[in-house]
């Protein structure tokens, strides 16, 4: 089953900066970086290169097709379900997230929810968005996705591991019953005819959702996390060479991540989130509130 996303060129403007492997579950923090242009992180860069996944993230395969012949209007039909960009400060984070698992870890789309939000109250307490991921011993992951763009990295992580207890365990902060992982599940089931899948492939995925005991595979569900936090810039920093400018940054980012490792192993252990893979992608940004408001208006006009 091919990726939804049309093409990875978008990793080209972010550079790996660090990758960190933890527990056995294979685990992963992914850290990031935004292109620097003369001292600045360069949004414009970025914009750039995501107007074209915004079709594949917005719009269901099946919807593509019948816009095969008009893409002018599949631009402006998908660019149209992010116009509430001003009122949810999530939508880039899942954007984002969902170009991650599928250009870097290779996790087909299923679903994303905003290709089926009429508004932006839709599926809040949902995942972000669901891929599915063929694993080394030839097994399969259904991968949840969860989202957070917030200042502080550490209060950001802190979330984002609260939501995914929260929707496995099917509870609102209070402790209440709330739709979580099996509604998901339903969701995916009862929308598997909004794609454009074979009979064979909605057999393939019917079987991820509700795995049979024929042995022909195992399937576990997994996480995608994608954490957007902010890096702040002293004017000591903005005046020195590009070169120390872009090492400093690097060292300083990678440092925060580093340090964020404990707490992620203790969020683990405090919500019991053993035998979970968890694949995390941190980006840091300047000026998150005005920065994220700027993507998402670029791609979107």
């Known amino acids: 089953m091919e990726l939804s996303l049309g093409s990875t060129d978008f990793l080209k403007v972010f550079k790996l900066l660090d990758t960190h492997d933890f527990s056995n579950t294979g685990s992963k923090v992914n850290l990031f970086l935004c292109p620097i242009n003369a001292n600045k992180f360069d949004y414009n860069r ?70 089926m939000k009429t508004s932006t109250s839709m599926y809040v307490n949902g995942s972000d968005g669901v891929h599915f991921l063929k694993t080394p011993d030839n097994n399969y992951q259904l991968v949840f996705g969860e989202s957070k763009t917030i200042k502080e990295l550490n209060t950001a992580m802190s979330e984002a591991f609260k939501s995914i207890y929260q929707f496995i365990n099917e509870i609102n902060d209070k402790g209440n019953k709330k739709s979580g ?96 893979s968890l694949y995390i992608y941190a980006i840091p940004f300047t000026e998150l509130d005005r920065s994220r408001k700027e993507i998402m208006k670029g791609i979107t006009i």
Request: hydrophobic share 35%; charged share 35%.
């Open 46 to 115: 970025i914009i750039n290169e995501l107007i074209e996944p915004v079709a594949d993230f917005a719009i269901s395969r099946k919807v593509k097709k019948s816009y095969s012949n008009r893409p002018m209007t599949l631009s402006k039909v998908a660019r149209e379900k992010f116009v509430e960009y001003k009122k949810n400060t999530g939508e880039l984070g899942e954007f984002l997230l969902y170009c991650f698992l599928e250009g870097h870890l290779k996790a087909p789309k299923i679903l994303s929810k905003l290709e």
């Open 181 to 276: 992982i099996n509604f998901e599940k339903r969701l995916i089931s009862d929308n598997l005819d909004h794609e454009s899948w074979t009979k064979e492939e909605k057999e393939f995925l019917t079987k991820l959702i509700y795995p049979t005991n024929d042995g022909e595979f195992y399937v576990d569900d997994a996480f995608g996390i994608f954490v957007g936090f902010q890096i702040t810039l002293t004017d000591e920093l903005k005046k020195m060479s590009s070169p120390d400018y872009r090492k400093t940054i690097e060292e300083e980012v990678k440092s925060q991540v580093k340090k964020e490792l404990k707490h992620i192993d203790t969020l683990i252990k405090k919500y019991e989130l053993y035998g979970y």
